[in-house]
């Protein structure tokens, strides 16, 4: 199956090549001829699936380029996601002469305003906003052709229902109506039975939303340990890019501020943030100033960062499809990616639903110990130390230090500073939360271990290849040095 195959025009066609888009995924094949005929379409798919260009290349298709009204309406739940699929579609459609729109909470209404009236005729909004603009009456929608309900169960977690309600109350009844959402929980699908007209369901099976190059862990661990467990494991690590996913907003912070007090360079994005703090925190993980990257589910939706090296699940979501979506963030491009998963012991069952789900059993893996970890720290003390004495006036200096040298012993000193070095100094305490329940209580049963290298090398993991392993692989990092780490399954 091609794109020719799926009833695209030519200029389409032209503007899916030029994009890079080689053949279409499988939600774009199921999709795109069903909405080209005008069907109500329910699609069951997470980020990363291609779902964009799903609903965007249809809708293209349909716009008149000469009528001026707002034909087409995307709403999306959060400002990243909404800023993401405004420029897909502006991108797919600049040869169609099409122009988008987008419109979120946090950022200049009079702005938006003055970017409506300019006519465009696709909408993409987060509720909220969309709201505004229909209540203000500079957002008309009594001309949309073609609806959109992005992420539909993100938007439920949100709060959103009744703004969304609102929202397609004021577009025409006889409209085209896409619901795409990774979850079908009950009120997803009562909206789908009251707004939509005998609609297609598409349902992209889990084995095509997961990835053979991500590898996935799991540590069981205590929720109290789970911070000193997770920092010994970027010690060792080092990743390079990572996010690191907590169920609670209050999380993300505790979480951000904890890895920023031990000397990491974290920061912690979630929906109470303001947009131009967000924004900034995104500029900044993706010019690498930022390496270790604290979000809620929700916030991370829309984050496209290329390069992710390490998901961390500091919390296991709450549904296994959210999994599925998170460690999508890595492995992408046909680079190796690592995920590491946190659970508590009554949550194993959570794990297996998600090992269910994916058709993958996680690897267990038993974290570093204290020492260890201060190795790696220690690895990397050095290499901080040579820099600081390279940048350092000695001159400005010298009598102190000759006074300090006649007191101490030069062993103790250098001791001195590597201590005040040492991550482990700073204490961090994270707030307890609940453990998931509503599955049972897991009885799973470690087997694995972690073994380090005696070189404590930046990291990479060597599955065993055997006992449901899918092998290993033997990275290397930015500096080119081998990384091996083994698990070894005990019988």
Do not use: W
Not at 160 to 177: G, W, Y
């Amino acid at each position: 199956m091609n794109f020719k195959d799926l009833g695209l025009s030519d200029s389409l066609l032209k503007a899916v090549a030029d994009n890079g888009y080689a053949e279409p995924t499988a939600i774009q094949t199921e999709t795109i001829p069903l909405t080209l005929k005008g069907e109500d379409v329910i699609g069951q798919a997470q980020t990363g699936t291609g779902k964009t260009a799903a609903f965007a290349l249809p809708i293209l298709q349909g716009i008149d380029v000469n009528d001026p009204n707002v034909q087409a309406l995307v709403i999306s739940p959060t400002r990243e996601l909404a800023i993401q699929t405004q420029k897909e579609i502006q991108k797919l459609g600049r040869g169609e002469g099409v122009r988008a729109q987008v419109v979120y909470g946090g950022s200049d209404i009079r702005k938006q305003i003055y970017d409506l009236k300019k006519k465009p005729q696709i909408i993409v909004g987060t509720p909220g906003r969309l709201l505004d603009h229909i209540k203000r009456r500079t957002l008309k929608l009594e001309h949309v052709k073609f609806l959109v309900l992005d992420e539909a169960d993100e938007m439920l977690n949100m709060g959103f229902l009744e703004d969304i309600e609102s929202i397609i109350k004021n577009t025409p009844s006889d409209r085209q109506t896409m619901l795409f959402s990774a979850t079908m929980p009950d009120p997803i699908k009562r909206v789908g039975v009251q707004f939509m007209t005998d609609p297609k369901q598409i349902k992209v099976k889990s084995k095509e939303l997961t990835t053979d190059l991500v590898d996935q862990y799991y540590v069981k661990v205590k929720d109290n340990e789970k911070f000193e467990t997770m920092t010994r494991l970027f010690d060792v690590e080092q990743p390079k890019v990572t996010i690191v996913f907590c169920r609670t907003k209050r999380r993300v912070d505790e979480v951000a501020k904890g890895l920023i007090a031990r000397g990491y360079k974290a920061a912690g994005l979630h929906g109470d943030l303001t947009q131009s703090r967000r924004t900034q925190i995104m500029n900044e993980f993706k010019r690498d100033q930022i390496n270790y990257l604290v979000a809620t589910d929700v916030a991370a939706r829309g984050i496209d960062v290329s390069g992710v090296t390490h998901v961390y699940n500091f919390d296991i979501p709450q549904d296994p499809e959210s999994y599925v979506h998170r460690i999508g963030r890595t492995g992408r491009a046909g680079h190796h990616g690592t995920s590491v998963t946190f659970v508590t012991p009554n949550e194993m069952s959570y794990l297996r639903l998600v090992e269910k789900l994916t058709k993958v059993r996680m690897l267990p893996l038993k974290p570093p110990t204290e020492d260890e970890a201060l190795a790696g720290q220690m690895k990397f003390a050095i290499e901080d130390v040579d820099k600081l004495v390279k940048r350092t006036n000695t001159e400005k200096y010298e009598d102190v230090a000759n006074t300090l040298l006649e007191n101490h012993e030069a062993i103790d000193l250098v001791a001195a500073l590597l201590n005040e070095m040492s991550r482990d100094q700073v204490k961090v305490h994270i707030t307890p939360e609940r453990p998931l329940k509503g599955h049972g209580g897991g009885r799973g049963r470690s087997r694995g271990g972690y073994r380090g290298n005696n070189s404590h090398s930046r990291g990479g993991y060597r599955g065993s290849r055997d006992n449901n392993s899918r092998g290993g692989h033997d990275r290397r990092n930015s500096s080119g040095r081998s990384n091996k780490f083994v698990i070894k399954n005990k019988h």
